[in-house]
Nanobody
Framework: QVQLVESGGGLVQPGGSLRLSCAASGSMFGIDSMGWYRQAPGKQRELVATITNGGITNYADSEKGRFTISRDNGENSVALQMNSLRPEDTAVYYC?????????????WGQGTQVTVSS
């Protein structure tokens, strides 16, 4: 099992910045990717960004150039630097980790942290 704990959410004005952090604990064996998803009210959970053990990143198109994902493999943590925030970025942000289980990927989720972008 993997436990994921997010921190860093809050209220920010449009154009502002926030940094989310996620600390992972438990067995990290086989974890090959970590990242962030978000879910706004009335919408499905969607990809924000992921990063592999080797540092390969993947971003949703709307976040490219504004958000930066980083990972500290030694500390089992992943962070998301969010700049130029927009009201439409308002959502609960979930930390995510993926383990290859031999024939399928096992996903792990944090409890989520609220990000609200509003003036």
């Amino acid at each position: 099992q993997v436990q994921l704990v997010e921190s860093g959410g809050g209220l920010v004005q449009p154009g502002g910045s926030l940094r989310l952090s996620c600390a992972a604990s438990g067995s990290m064996f086989g974890i090959d990717s970590m990242g962030w998803y978000r879910q706004a009210p009335g919408k499905q959970r969607e990809l924000v960004a992921t990063i592999t053990n080797g540092g390969i990143t993947n971003y949703a198109d709307s976040e490219k150039g504004r958000f930066t994902i980083s990972r500290d493999n030694g500390e089992n943590s992943v962070a998301l630097q969010m700049n130029s925030l927009r009201p439409e970025d308002t959502a609960v942000y979930y930390c995510y980790a993926r383990r290859w289980a031999g024939t399928y990927y096992q996903a792990y989720w944090g409890q989520g942290t609220q990000v609200t972008v509003s003036s």
